[in-house]
């Protein structure tokens, strides 16, 4: 949903956002990072003049995006100087992990309008999938130079900025894009994820709220809000936080070692014992579950 650096970017981690991302996960993003695939509709700034257009975000089964994908080779046979066409086609490709053809798409949605600022985040979303983080950077600065108002350009750039370690720059991106579009649950929790990072677990709750209040289907805030819980000592709040985010998903296994600390931290060893054990079961290199396990062994 990004500002030059001289050093190379490593490939991020998910981030999650989105009607696409509810149904796929009913979900956990960005943080995240971003995974690209299903479709919603960009938030475009005011008085930009230009119909909604995709912006991508989850992968997604894509049979039926194959069908999609011939229709729209038709449409833009027909019509080749339609941008839209192109940034479309590119969605569906994104949607199917064909990230190469998707950037293809993107780049030639963009060399027909050098303006099109979602075909740019589009592009740099795509990129980032194929670990071409210093063009993904490029990408999302060109979106928000072609329209300083497009939220989901400053969440993106923010995204990549946060996953590697340039948090200053990537706050003040999120602030910005809240002054945009102060219903976007994505950048609060992904600003939430900052605070988290800096410590300043008070902040992070409040956004996580935020984040919750605007989309509570997402099951990313409730966990990592279960976690800054844990930290200050809320472990009631935090269970049922953990417990929220497994409802959502149960193959979370850091869900699962987080709740086994919440109940370990509340002196419930049975508790956390089948908790730690569970997270294992999904994930048998869950460090926090492996070292939980065994301090209530021990115990």
Not at 244 to 251: D, E, G, K, P
Request: overall charge positive.
């Amino acid at each position: 949903m990004v500002v030059s650096s001289a050093s190379s970017f490593d490939r991020p981690a998910r981030f999650d956002r989105s009607a696409a991302a509810r149904r796929s996960l009913a979900l956990a993003l960005a943080a995240c990072g971003f995974a690209l695939g299903g479709c919603t509709m960009a938030g475009l700034g005011a008085g930009s003049g230009r119909p909604s257009s995709q912006v991508v975000e989850s992968i997604e089964d894509c049979a039926s995006n194959q069908i999609n994908i011939a229709s729209l080779t038709d449409v833009i046979k027909r019509t080749p100087n339609d941008p839209q066409g192109y940034n479309t086609r590119g969605a569906a490709y994104a949607r199917c992990g064909n990230f190469r053809e998707a950037v293809a798409d993107f780049g030639q949605a963009i060399k027909v309008d050098p303006a099109h600022f979602t075909a740019y985040t589009n592009r740099g979303l795509a990129n980032r999938q194929l670990g071409r983080n210093d063009l993904a950077l490029a990408d999302f600065t060109a979106a928000i130079d072609s329209n300083p108002r497009h939220a989901p350009a400053f969440i993106a750039r923010a995204n990549l900025l946060r996953a590697h370690n340039k948090l200053s720059e990537a706050m003040e991106d999120l602030t910005q894009a809240i002054r945009l579009n102060p219903e976007n649950a994505q950048s609060f929790h992904a600003r939430g994820l900052i605070h988290q990072r800096n410590g300043d677990h008070v902040r992070a709750i409040t956004d996580f709220d935020n984040a919750i209040d605007r989309d509570p289907f997402v099951s990313a805030p409730y966990h990592a809000r279960g976690q800054s819980l844990v930290v200050v000592g809320k472990h009631e709040a935090a269970i049922e936080d953990f417990n929220a985010a497994l409802n959502v998903n149960n193959q979370n296994s850091d869900a699962w070692s987080g709740l086994g600390l919440a109940y370990e931290r509340m002196g419930n060893k049975q508790k956390a014992v089948e908790s730690y054990q569970r997270a294992l079961t999904v994930n048998s290199n869950n460090q926090q579950a492996r070292e939980g396990q065994s301090r209530v062994s021990r115990g």
